[in-house]
């Protein structure tokens, strides 16, 4: 496993096997994801010209919010998942930067240094391979090889954030959107004091209202007693809409392969992608190279009046 650079000088990381894990930023212009966001946003050259035209008026008139109003792929992140209606991606834009205005969260400083941790630990990783959706995999242990002294759930969550963020940034996966998997095997009784209620609640808030992401699915696997504990804590402030998108599958892998397809998923999830383990070194790595769109979303947003 290696970083590597494409003709172009961009960064990837080569597993073997033809497997990499590389970011694409450029718009999509194949049939197949021009016909599928016609169909499902509304994304046609007429109605994408004219929610761009309407959302600028609306952020023009908004002195309180700093974002950069003539960059038209910032703007499509969140027109997107608001299937270009302008004042819906308004009040998303709104709602996501207020939820950065938060201390008590973890969404206000991103950079790879402050998420190095997380993924050298391997507990975060962003899968090399889209389903066969389109959609972007990130994976998260909360089980047995999570050690809660090295990475806090708080620094999980930050680490998680800053995978969506950059992915949230490919045109591709805006469109597709996003699934979570994630693994609670031989998960301790220590590990549920990590879980406050009220930053549970703070990350599902996050969400289910105001991420600029379509997260499809979050698949839960080798749940147990101690998850049905943990369970107790955010059933309360999950939405009808999230209910129905979190899925548990115990630990029956043909019951998550009925909704991930086997060949985009790596052995240790039973599926038929052969490569090694994430080297989490190397995925920092990696994202350092992105270090300054990291930097350009963290200068956005509402100003700090504290």
Not at 86 to 108: C, G, I, N, Q, W
Request: hydrophobic content about 40%; some cysteine; charged content about 30%.
């Amino acid at each position: 496993m290696a970083l590597r650079f494409d003709g172009n000088k961009l960064p990837y990381i080569d597993l073997g096997k033809d497997v990499h894990l590389k970011l694409d930023f450029t718009e999509y212009s194949d049939k197949k994801s021009l016909d599928k966001a016609q169909e499902e946003l509304r994304e046609t050259p007429e109605v994408v010209e004219t929610a761009l035209k309407e959302l600028r008026v609306l952020l023009s008139d908004d002195k309180d919010l700093k974002v950069p109003i003539e960059d038209d792929a910032f703007l499509k992140k969140f027109l997107r998942p608001r299937k270009y209606y302008p004042e819906s991606a308004y009040e998303l834009l709104k709602s996501y930067h207020k939820m950065k205005t938060r201390k008590d969260f973890v969404m206000d400083n991103i950079s790879t240094e402050a998420i190095k941790i997380a993924l050298e630990e391997r507990v975060v990783q962003l899968l090399p391979n889209r389903d066969s959706h389109g959609r972007r995999i990130i994976f998260l242990e909360m089980g047995g090889k999570w050690d809660c002294s090295k990475v806090p759930f708080t620094e999980m969550i930050r680490a998680a954030h800053a995978l969506l963020t950059i992915a949230s940034l490919e045109p591709l996966t805006q469109l597709n959107g996003l699934i979570y998997i994630v693994n609670f095997d031989k998960m301790k009784l220590s590990q549920l004091g990590q879980f406050s209620p009220k930053f549970v609640k703070h990350c599902l808030e996050y969400g289910q209202k105001s991420a600029s992401m379509r997260v499809k699915a979050i698949h839960i696997i080798n749940n147990a007693k101690v998850f049905d504990m943990l369970f107790t804590i955010f059933k309360p402030f999950i939405g009808k809409k999230w209910s129905q998108r979190i899925l548990l599958h115990s630990s029956n892998m043909a019951s998550l392969h009925k909704h991930v397809d086997q060949s985009c998923l790596p052995t240790n999830l039973e599926g038929s992608c052969e490569y090694p383990e994430m080297d989490g070194k190397v995925l920092v790595e990696f994202l350092e190279h992105y270090q300054d769109r990291y930097d350009a979303l963290n200068s956005y947003g509402y100003a700090d009046k504290s």
